[in-house]
């Protein structure tokens, strides 16, 4: 049933599509453009209208015959539309502290930095604060190691050993 409501489709879209395309001997072919123009606007055709792209400043419009009038509408511009909202991420990452952190994947490579000379002074020691978190991380770390150890023991028991008339 579906792949016959998909043929109709692609029926009627082929039909539709050659009855939009006139006929060879319809119209005559067009001169071939002068050698070093290009045009100013390319057109392509579109289901529902026409794609015309402005070649010289790179816009796109959507043009479409509406009660016999042909109009033009611009088309947003997605690039510049997500590289205005990285930059609206990224300032609201600086402005909460955690943009040093973060590389910036959407610049420009930058060189590696070089590695540290052999006779340069050993990193400094951590600081306290850096010592206490590393000291609660290692906590959290065993407690939930504990946790997760104990929850599999207790499937095992179940699993070895499962409720007589009980339904799980």
């Not at 100013?40 to 400043?57: I, Y």
């Not at 020691?125 to 609660?136: E, I, L, N």
């Not at 991380?137 to 997760?148: L, S, V």
Request: proline share 13%; hydrophobic share 40%.
């Amino acid at each position: 049933m579906l792949r016959l409501a998909l043929f109709a489709l692609m029926a009627l879209t082929l039909i539709t599509a050659a009855r939009a395309q006139p006929a060879a001997s319809d119209t005559p072919p067009s001169p071939p453009p002068a050698v070093g123009t290009a045009p100013h606007f390319t057109m392509q055709p579109v289901e529902g209208g026409v794609l015309r792209l402005d070649t010289r400043s790179g816009t796109m419009s959507f043009c479409a015959s509406r009660s016999g009038v042909w109009r033009c509408e611009a088309m947003p511009d997605e690039r510049a539309a997500l590289e205005a909202e990285i930059t609206r991420l990224r300032d609201r990452l600086a402005a909460a502290g955690g943009g040093a952190g973060v590389p910036d994947i959407a610049g420009p490579p930058r060189a590696p930095s070089p590695d540290p000379a052999p006779n340069a002074a050993p990193p400094a020691p951590p600081d306290d604060a850096q010592r206490r978190f590393d000291g609660a991380m290692d906590e959290a770390m065993r407690k939930a190691e504990a946790m997760f150890r104990r929850f599999y023991e207790m499937m095992e028991r179940l699993r070895s050993d499962p409720p007589q008339g009980d339904k799980l």
